[in-house]
């Protein structure tokens, strides 16, 4: 099975969205390590799970700042990525090395929190030594055109994926008019404001099969 762009699940909660999407043939299965998250998977779950699937990346997601903390969790998750929310911890994070050697980062930006130039500002400023800048939203937010110009601009300088704003219906549209590596959706058990429930998920993923 293949998909005709690279894709992130995020906040993956249980083993049977884990084994549908890593035989959809994403790309990466994102596990929330912060016991304070509503979607968080304690290891002996997580390492459940990550037996259970194969061909697909793992990323730890944290919203931690402390780096003692985030080196603990590497440690007992050994995940291939890891996902922050701070562009100040990258750096430092940078020097570390995980499960498979290098270890390798992904920066999530929410932009419900940034103005334009401040997105354009943090990416030109803090997205080195990140992968992959993930772009979501906690709050609802409108793909209007300036939003899509100025995604259109930093996607054609900086390894984007697309967390936001991506429905079955304009999936295709969004990867033709947008250079974004790939975009990336939400698991979870939650139905909370910006995620998505799993039934669209799996639309999203049959929209981009590859005939």
Same mark, same amino acid.
């Given at each position: 099975? +293949?998909?005709? $762009?690279?894709?992130?699940?995020?906040?993956?909660?249980?083993?049977?969205?884990?084994?549908?999407? +890593?035989?959809?043939? /994403?790309?990466?299965?994102?596990?929330?390590?912060?016991?304070?998250?509503?979607?968080?998977?304690?290891?002996?779950?997580?390492?459940?799970?990550?037996?259970? /699937?194969?061909?697909?990346?793992?990323?730890?997601?944290? $919203?931690?700042?402390?780096?003692? *903390? =985030?080196?603990?969790?590497?440690?007992?998750?050994?995940?291939?990525? *890891?996902? /922050?929310?701070?562009?100040?911890?990258?750096?430092?994070?940078?020097?570390?090395?995980?499960?498979?050697?290098?270890?390798?980062? =992904?920066?999530?930006?929410?932009?419900?929190?940034?103005?334009?130039?401040?997105?354009?500002? *943090?990416?030109?400023?803090?997205?080195?030594? +990140?992968?992959?800048?993930?772009?979501?939203?906690?709050?609802? =937010?409108?793909?209007?055109?300036?939003?899509?110009?100025?995604?259109?601009?930093?996607?054609?300088?900086?390894?984007?994926?697309?967390?936001?704003?991506?429905?079955?219906?304009?999936?295709?549209?969004?990867?033709?008019?947008?250079?974004?590596?790939?975009?990336?959706?939400?698991?979870? #058990?939650?139905?909370?404001?910006?995620?998505?429930?799993?039934?669209?998920?799996? #639309?999203?993923?049959?929209? =981009?099969?590859?005939?």
């Amino acid at each position: 099975m +293949a998909l005709t $762009t690279l894709v992130k699940i995020s906040n993956v909660t249980n083993l049977s969205d884990a084994r549908y999407c +890593a035989g959809m043939g /994403v790309d990466m299965l994102g596990f929330s390590m912060d016991p304070e998250s509503p979607d968080y998977v304690e290891p002996k779950k997580f390492l459940e799970i990550k037996s259970w /699937v194969a061909g697909v990346q793992i990323v730890g997601e944290t $919203t931690a700042t402390d780096p003692e *903390l =985030i080196e603990q969790l590497l440690e007992t998750y050994q995940p291939e990525f *890891l996902q /922050v929310d701070e562009a100040a911890l990258l750096p430092y994070l940078s020097t570390f090395g995980g499960s498979q050697g290098e270890l390798r980062l =992904i920066l999530r930006v929410d932009l419900s929190q940034l103005t334009l130039d401040q997105l354009s500002t *943090l990416l030109h400023t803090g997205a080195a030594g +990140a992968e992959y800048v993930l772009l979501e939203s906690k709050g609802p =937010i409108h793909l209007d055109a300036d939003l899509k110009a100025a995604l259109l601009k930093l996607s054609g300088k900086y390894p984007v994926l697309l967390g936001t704003g991506v429905s079955a219906e304009n999936v295709h549209e969004l990867l033709a008019e947008l250079p974004v590596r790939g975009i990336a959706l939400s698991g979870g #058990d939650e139905e909370r404001p910006g995620n998505k429930e799993f039934g669209e998920l799996m #639309d999203i993923l049959e929209a =981009i099969e590859e005939e």
